[in-house]
Nanobody, 125 residues
């Protein structure tokens, strides 16, 4: 059983930065792809970014590219989302998600099937 716990959300002014963390437990973290999704009020959940098991392949949604950075520390079983130049439209609940297939070279949205409980990010204008 994999457990994911997000942290780091909060209130920030537009233009500011936040770093989200997702701590994983229950399996060998370093062998699995991870990702972040978000869901804004009244909107469908959307994929934000993905990182494969080695960190050698990443994907970013166009709306966050060049502003957000995903990274992982396998020794700490944690994946991070560094968010810079935040905009009000980034306001959402951010969810961490994990792939259950080990060492998948390229991870897609549909591969991320285990979810955390989410952390709220609010960006004020």
């Amino acid at each position: 059983q994999v457990q994911l716990v997000e942290s780091g959300g909060g209130l920030v002014q537009a233009g500011g930065s936040l770093r989200l963390s997702c701590a994983a437990s229950g399996r060998t973290f370093g062998s699995y792809g991870m990702g972040w999704f978000r869901q804004a009020p009244g909107k469908e959940r959307e994929l934000v970014t993905i990182i494969n098991w080695s960190g050698g392949a990443t994907y970013y949604a166009r709306s966050v590219k060049s502003r957000f950075t995903i990274s992982r520390d396998n020794a700490k079983s944690t994946v991070y989302l560094q968010m810079n130049s935040l905009k009000p439209e980034d306001t959402a609940v951010y969810y961490c998600a994990a792939d259950l297939m080990p060492r998948r070279p390229i991870v897609t949205e549909r591969d991320l099937t285990v979810w955390g409980q989410g952390t709220l990010v609010t960006v004020s204008s």
